[in-house]
T-cell receptor, first 113, second 114 residues
Framework: DTGVSQNPRHKITKRGQNVTFRCDPI?????LYWYRQTLGQGPEFLTY????????KSRLLSDRFSAERPKGSFSTLEIQRTEQGDSAMYLC???????????FGEGSRLTVL | AQSVTQLDSQVPVFEEAPVELRCNYSSSVSVYLFWYVQYPNQGLQLLLKYLSGSTLVKGINGFEAEFNKSQTSFHLRKPSVHISDTAEYFC????????????FGQGTRLTINP
């Protein structure tokens, strides 16, 4: 069990560029979540996958955001036409689906200039 | 829908003193309750969880929490804190069915002074 891995750990981009983050969950976990955390706040839910199916999306997830989990293993979160308000830590978590416990990665920090 | 309120954004305490971090939640359905800790430059780690049964739950690093259904609270306590407990603490709630996504409070920064 190597834990949840996220890449890249840090990304600095200019406004208007596209960015993609990758999450590799714990291998036997069928549930995968994306959260966003800004300074001084708790994580906010973005979206949830069970295997390859995206079952829930937050209203926070505008049409510039898209997430995939093509084979029910790793997941990607893409942000198109980034805005300064997108600057945040993007957290990925996975779960075996038992008793709601989530295992978090260390996050991918996005800075939009 | 669920929501969580952490009543204190910052809590300073002296080393070896007791501490209580307060958490209240709101939900129309049965819930699971969690406390997570985030050390500087690290990911969120689970401290403890309440699913059912005994209302007093014990977690790692000497922390415990008590579920109080009538007061919709899940306060975190430790009888004697150490410098290493300096971190951000998040209370979270999830439904007991469906997506079981966590809804977090805004966090409490615990600072331990020598």
């Amino acid at each position: 069990d190597t834990g949840v891995s996220q890449n890249p750990r840090h990304k600095i981009t200019k406004r208007g560029q596209n960015v993609t983050f990758r999450c590799d969950p714990i291998s036997e976990h069928n549930r995968l979540y994306w959260y966003r955390q800004t300074l001084g706040q708790g994580p906010e839910f973005l979206t949830y996958f069970q295997n390859e199916a995206q079952l829930e999306k937050s209203r926070l997830l505008s049409d510039r955001f898209s997430a995939e989990r093509p084979k029910g293993s790793f997941s990607t979160l893409e942000i198109q036409r980034t805005e300064q308000g997108d600057s945040a830590m993007y957290l990925c978590a996975s779960s075996p689906g038992v008793a709601g416990e989530l295992f978090f990665g260390e996050g991918s920090r996005l800075t939009v200039l | 829908a669920q929501s969580v309120t952490q009543l204190d954004s910052q809590v300073p305490v002296f080393e070896e003193a007791p501490v209580e971090l307060r958490c209240n939640y709101s939900s129309s359905v049965s819930v699971y309750l969690f406390w997570y800790v985030q050390y500087p430059n690290q990911g969120l780690q689970l401290l403890l969880k309440y699913l059912s049964g005994s209302t007093l739950v014990k977690g790692i690093n000497g922390f415990e929490a008590e579920f109080n259904k009538s007061q919709t609270s899940f306060h975190l306590r430790k009888p004697s804190v150490h410098i290493s407990d300096t971190a951000e603490y998040f209370c979270a709630v999830s439904g007991s069915a469906g997506a079981q996504k966590l809804v977090f409070g805004q966090g409490t920064r615990l600072t331990i002074n020598p």
